[in-house]
T-cell receptor
Framework: KQEVTQIPAALSVPEGENLVLNCSFT??????LQWFRQDPGKGLTSLLL?????REQTSGRLNASLDKSSGRSTLYIAASQPGDSATYLC?????????????FGQGTELSVKP | EAQVTQNPRYLITVTGKKLTVTCSQN?????MSWYRQDPGLGLRQIYY???????DKGDVPEGYKVSRKEKRNFPLILESPSPNQTSLYFC????????????FGPGTRLTVT
């Protein structure tokens, strides 16, 4: 059974710091991994999608890496800003079955202090 | 604008009163799913649909029904809501290919008293 773990559960940093969020999964047989951002009481915004054949993806100040063999992904946020404060979720997709079901981690709650 | 919409966004109801949460997407996606999010349990899939008239149970289907009569719509039906169905519900959609990302709606916060 695939399990997804995110460490740490919460993180508080001063503005301007570079930071890394971690995501690990127990079964390396995944099709892709997706990072989301969730603001309090709001929906999920997709940040980055990494296919199983890729090592990393970049979007602006965000960089996500994937090491499928070790079951790990990291989300790197450069020069953090207070507007980055949110919960970050990673999710893995196992395949075509179950409508492309995503298996989510519990999330890392990030707070960036001015 | 490509999006997944849900209605209502907030709902407070009483035990046993049937309700429907609507979900619609404008991206011509084949796959649609419903998830619920609960503290400490994360997001879990309730039901999913691979295409029109094709639906199946996810991980936590008890107490829910769905239908997929049109490609764009995927309503979630609670025939007799109970307090343990108080949760934040998300509808999601994607193309029927492993390489595509999933798009999520804004969420519906349901409280059953």
């Amino acid at each position: 059974k695939q399990e997804v773990t995110q460490i740490p559960a919460a993180l508080s940093v001063p503005e301007g710091e570079n930071l890394v969020l971690n995501c690990s999964f127990t079964d390396s047989a995944i099709y892709n991994l997706q990072w989301f951002r969730q603001d309090p009481g709001k929906g999920l915004t997709s940040l980055l999608l990494i296919q199983s054949s890729q090592r990393e993806q970049t979007s602006g100040r965000l960089n996500a890496s994937l090491d499928k063999s070790s079951g790990r992904s990291t989300l790197y946020i450069a020069a953090s800003q207070p507007g980055d404060s949110a919960t970050y979720l990673c999710a893995v997709k196992r395949g075509y079955n179950q409508g492309g079901k995503l298996i989510f981690g519990q999330g890392t709650e990030l707070s960036v202090k001015p | 604008e490509a999006q997944v919409t849900q209605n209502p966004r907030y709902l407070i109801t009483v035990t046993g009163k049937k309700l429907t949460v609507t979900c619609s997407q404008n991206m011509n996606h084949e796959y649609m799913s419903w998830y619920r999010q609960d503290p400490g349990l994360g997001l879990r899939q309730i039901y999913y649909s691979m295409n029109v008239e094709v639906t199946d149970k996810g991980d936590v289907p008890e107490g829910y029904k769905v239908s997929r009569k049109e490609k764009r719509n995927f309503p979630l039906i609670l025939e007799s809501p109970s307090p343990n169905q108080t949760s934040l519900y998300f509808c999601a959609s994607s193309f029927a290919d492993r390489d595509y990302e999933q798009y999520f709606g804004p969420g519906t916060r349901l409280t059953v008293t």
